[in-house]
């Protein structure tokens, strides 16, 4: 693909006899906004820990803004601008939302607030500006245990930001959450996405969030790529229709 920011060629892993990423060829265009679909199972996880260091690849490369990173370490795969939002909190739910996003950033800057002033400056205008991206300022001093889920995923996607990511991975952005904070939830994802250029590529099973956003969706079934294209041709795909999406998506 020309002007993927990821490319990823044969990629496969097992667990004992399990091929769980098996044979994967995979490409992001550079400010996509993607989805990975798949029956419970199929590997998306896997592909994910694969992406971001925790899992090694047993065979294939990954291709990051031109840097190979099949083997590389997390640490340097978070610094090369590979982000990732976990379905399982990251939040600290005692400290306020003001205080969750400073500490993260202060871990990414790598400087302590108290002893440097000018970085103490830096970190509190880049938590501040993280803060108004993700739609938090009214929210900022409340502590982050009593946010509802909808405000815990932004905290969660603010998280993530301090890392200035390149490319964006979401486990199920919308799990847990109600029609309306699933809306809201993805229209934050595709801002962050359109005004930032963040490149992003999520996994979910809300069908209908995949289709109203992704402008590619891949579909996986035990560790392989059944099909990739554009929302209307997975809709008319034969294979799509019998491995997952069925009826769901006809009304
Ligand atoms: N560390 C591991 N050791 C052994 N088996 C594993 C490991 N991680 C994942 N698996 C297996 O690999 C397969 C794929 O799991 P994975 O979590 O990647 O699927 P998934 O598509 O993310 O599923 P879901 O939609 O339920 O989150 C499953 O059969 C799982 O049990």
């Not at 976990?86 to 600290?92: G, L």
């Not at 991975?169 to 919308?174: G, K, Q, V």
Request: contains cysteine.
């Amino acid at each position: 693909m020309t002007g993927a920011i990821l490319d990823i060629r044969g990629l496969k892993k097992s667990f004992g006899g399990l091929h769980v990423t098996n044979d994967l060829t995979y490409a992001v265009r550079g400010g996509a906004l993607d989805a990975i679909i798949g029956p419970n199972g199929a590997g998306k996880s896997t592909f994910f820990n694969l992406l971001t260091g925790y899992h090694r690849a047993d065979a294939g490369t990954i291709v990051f803004a031109g840097e190979e990173i099949t083997r590389a370490a997390p640490e340097r795969i978070v610094k090369l601008g590979i982000s990732r939002a976990f379905q399982v909190s990251n939040i600290f739910h005692r400290m306020t939302v003001f205080e969750n996003v400073r500490t993260a950033v202060q871990a990414q800057t790598g400087l302590s607030l108290e002893f440097f002033r000018p970085a103490r400056g830096l970190a509190l205008d880049q938590t501040d500006e993280i803060i108004h991206q993700c739609g938090l300022a009214s929210r900022a001093g409340i502590v982050s245990g009593r946010l509802s889920q909808g405000d815990k995923k932004r905290l969660e996607l603010a998280l993530a930001l301090s890392g200035k990511p390149k490319l964006l991975l979401l486990d199920e952005p919308t799990a847990g959450m109600s029609r309306e904070e699933a809306e809201s939830t993805m229209d934050l994802v595709a801002a962050l996405n359109r005004d930032l250029g963040i490149t992003v590529v999520f996994t979910e099973h809300d069908i209908a969030a995949v289709f109203k956003y992704a402008e590619r969706i891949t579909l996986l079934s035990r560790g392989t790529m059944i099909v990739s294209g554009t929302p209307e041709e997975i809709r008319r795909n034969e294979d799509a229709q019998k491995l997952y999406l069925g009826e769901s998506i006809h009304g």
